[in-house]
């Protein structure tokens, strides 16, 4: 989803018990090229808290913990 200031949000659901790794990376070009992300907890004791992305070759990582919900920004 690209918001109205430019950036695009991803969201990622993990509905099993195990965390997960993801990655996601944007391909540039003239509609959009990411410089930076973060990412945002929801869970039953989270409630869209910041939690930790790395951001690196244009490409933003993140674990998803088992029954949750990690929105990546990418800006």
Avoid: C, W, Y
Avoid at 10 to 27: A, C, D, E, P
Avoid at 55 to 71: D, E, H, K, L
């Amino acid at each position: 989803f690209q918001n109205v200031d430019g950036s695009v949000a991803v969201v990622f659901i993990n509905g099993g018990t195990s965390t997960v790794s993801v990655q996601v990376k944007t391909t540039g070009g003239a509609a959009f090229a990411a410089a930076g992300a973060a990412a945002f907890l929801t869970d039953n004791t989270h409630d869209f808290n910041e939690t930790t992305a790395s951001f690196s070759g244009g490409a933003a990582s993140a674990s998803i913990p088992g029954r949750s919900i990690v929105s990546i920004m990418l800006r």
